[in-house]
């Protein structure tokens, strides 16, 4: 299976913002549409990534870092401030084998797929996982029936 074959049963719709975009903007969108991430655009080109754990890491370091007086509110926070501005990503005929191991390895949860520079879909470790399980039940309905049509001796 390849990941062109997962973004076909996936919703296609993409969320972006802008890295100067305030990151609470971003937060909004993903918990209206109950997503993960946001894909950070600029000039029509990938600029990076926004996940929730992004998110997290930087509300975390900003309330532990020693700071004195108060921590600014989140609508101050740009979105560049906590993406990853260098995601791992995909193109549309890698493997999923491969592309589970990639987020395995480096513990990512959502993967740009790519075609050059142009984003062409978004896979999350849960849309890998339900692809992979509909492929191997469709394998195991395949097999069953080609086991229940077998000859007798």
């Known amino acids: 299976m390849e990941v062109k074959e997962v973004l076909q049963i996936k919703d296609p719709r993409l969320f972006a913002v802008q890295p100067n975009s305030p990151l609470s903007k971003a937060v909004i969108m993903m918990t209206e549409h109950d997503i993960g991430s946001v894909i950070v655009m600029e000039d029509g080109k990938l600029a990076g990534m926004l996940t ?61 797929v790519m075609e050059g520079e142009t984003v062409v879909g978004l896979v999350s470790f849960h849309d890998v996982a339900k692809a992979v399980l509909e492929e191997r039940n469709m394998e195991n309905k395949l097999l069953k029936a080609y086991i229940k049509d077998w000859p007798s001796p």
């Open 52 to 112: 929730f754990r992004e998110v997290f890491v930087l509300l975390a370091k900003r309330q532990t870092e020693g700071r004195v007086g108060p921590t600014p509110p989140i609508a101050e926070i740009l979105v560049s401030e906590a993406m990853d501005a260098n995601p791992p990503t995909s193109d549309p005929d890698m493997d999923v084998d491969e592309l589970r191991r990639m987020m395995v390895d480096t513990h990512t949860r959502y993967v740009p």
